[in-house]
Antibody
Framework: QVQLVESGGGLVKPGGSLTLSCVAS????????VSWIRQTSTKGLEWVAY??????????YYADPVKGRFTISRDDRHNSVSLQMTSLRAEDSAVYYC????????WGQGTPVTVSS | DVVMTQTPLSLSVSPGQPASISCKSS???????????LYWFLKRPGQSPQLLIS???KRVPGVPGRFTGTGGGHYFTLTISAVEPGDSGVYYC????????FGQGTRLEI
């Protein structure tokens, strides 16, 4: 059974940094596209970033609002994908989910991020 | 950027009645590999989003048969043949042909 578990969310001040982690069990994440998606009550669901399979060159793409501030990476040894978030803004506050596959077939339970002074 | 527009934004339906949500994309979601990169998700309160339909009309294993995805090109529809109380939540369409964009969401109240 595939399970994705996010961690690392919390309260951070504007301009601060946070690193989210998505750990998988029941499958090898290195063989999967992995995306980060965030959800707010005002904007709904918003795709943030993705990384392709390790065998596909680990192609990486970001949504425009986070380009230059967020970095997605994978750690195949720990079967995980991380999202490093820097220069955080109030509008980055959301529940962050990781999802597996081109079509987001499996999702984690989400980790909340609040950016506030 | 591909813009996804859903209608209606909210819907109230009695149990056992049908419900239909439309999704329009600003660009064709039909790709040269023969696939149509349109997905439907359900976000229930307190739960993670759940993929219902992939590639416009492919029901995900485990999703009840009352959920049907139709359409192609720019226009798509999610139909629930007879809604049940557990179908409440926010439904999103999403394009996957040019990175990813979600629609605004349609709140379904049963």
């Amino acid at each position: 059974q595939v399970q994705l578990v996010e961690s690392g969310g919390g309260l951070v001040k504007p301009g601060g940094s946070l690193t989210l982690s998505c750990v998988a069990s029941g499958l090898s994440l290195s063989e999967s596209y992995v995306s980060w998606i965030r959800q707010t009550s005002t904007k709904g669901l918003e795709w943030v970033a993705y990384i392709s399979e390790s065998g596909n060159g680990n192609e990486i793409y970001y949504a425009d609002p986070v380009k230059g501030r967020f970095t997605i990476s994978r750690d195949d040894r720990h079967n995980s994908v991380s999202l490093q978030m820097t220069s955080l803004r109030a509008e980055d506050s959301a529940v962050y989910y990781c999802a597996r596959g081109v079509g987001f077939y499996d999702w984690g339970q989400g980790t909340p991020v609040t950016v506030s002074s | 950027d591909v813009v996804m527009t859903q209608t209606p934004l909210s819907l109230s339906v009695s149990p056992g009645q049908p419900a239909s949500i439309s999704c329009k994309s600003s660009e064709s979601l039909f790709y040269t590999d023969g696939k149509t990169y349109l997905y439907w998700f359900l976000k229930r309160p307190g739960q993670s989003p759940q993929l219902l339909i992939s590639e416009a009309d492919k029901r995900v294993p485990g999703v009840p048969g009352r959920f049907t995805g139709t359409g192609g090109g720019h226009y798509f529809t999610l139909t629930i043949s007879a809604v049940e109380p557990g179908d409440s939540g926010v439904y999103y369409c999403m394009q996957g042909i040019d990175l990813y964009t979600f629609g605004q969401g349609t709140r379904l109240e049963i």
